[in-house]
């Protein structure tokens, strides 16, 4: 195997690493999104099987190996709140401290999160748990007059 793809293994392991040292420090998971979580493992599923058909070296199989890998990873990265921050995705995690507002709205059977910075929008997500639940928890994280349920 070439050094390129010990490093993209490598990579790889880092990724899968991040992957679960974020999913255990989620304390409010939000929804899956079932669109990108479909397209994700289809698009891992293909790959597996170009790799498999035109693979002739170890290195072929090393870097079809990386690309199912990473697809992987981002099938199973989960979006939520941790306790410091937004983590909305591989590389888009939002420091509490950072964000202007938080706004809880109850909708379709738990609640809508969207969070600003400045006037600009830079996360929604959907969770299971009622407003008052998640308004709680980050009222204790964040400053308080920060975290806003519209009447």
Same mark, same amino acid.
């Given at each position: 195997?070439?050094?390129?793809?010990?490093? =993209?293994?490598?990579?790889?392991?880092?990724?899968?690493?991040?992957?679960?040292?974020?999913?255990?420090?989620? /304390?409010?998971?939000?929804?899956?999104?079932?669109?990108?979580? +479909?397209?994700?493992?289809?698009?891992?599923? =293909?790959?597996?099987?170009?790799? =498999?058909? +035109?693979?002739? +070296?170890?290195?072929?199989?090393?870097?079809?190996?990386?690309?199912?890998?990473?697809? *992987?990873?981002?099938?199973?990265?989960?979006?939520?709140?941790?306790? =410091?921050?937004?983590?909305?995705?591989?590389?888009?995690?939002?420091?509490?401290?950072?964000?202007?507002? /938080?706004?809880?709205?109850?909708?379709?059977?738990? +609640? *809508?999160?969207?969070?600003?910075?400045?006037?600009?929008?830079?996360?929604?997500?959907?969770?299971?748990?009622?407003?008052?639940?998640?308004?709680?928890?980050?009222?204790?994280?964040?400053?308080?007059?920060?975290?806003?349920?519209?009447?």
């Amino acid at each position: 195997m070439s050094l390129m793809n010990y490093a =993209l293994l490598a990579v790889l392991l880092v990724a899968v690493g991040a992957l679960l040292y974020v999913r255990h420090t989620l /304390v409010y998971k939000a929804r899956l999104r079932p669109w990108w979580l +479909t397209f994700y493992l289809a698009a891992a599923a =293909l790959m597996v099987a170009f790799t =498999l058909a +035109t693979s002739h +070296t170890l290195d072929d199989y090393a870097s079809g190996a990386f690309i199912v890998g990473m697809l *992987l990873v981002f099938a199973g990265w989960r979006r939520g709140i941790s306790h =410091l921050e937004l983590v909305n995705g591989f590389g888009s995690m939002r420091p509490l401290s950072q964000l202007t507002q /938080v706004q809880l709205s109850a909708d379709k059977g738990g +609640t *809508l999160l969207v969070a600003t910075v400045g006037q600009v929008t830079v996360v929604k997500m959907r969770f299971a748990q009622a407003p008052a639940v998640l308004a709680k928890y980050l009222k204790r994280q964040m400053p308080p007059e920060r975290v806003v349920m519209p009447k």
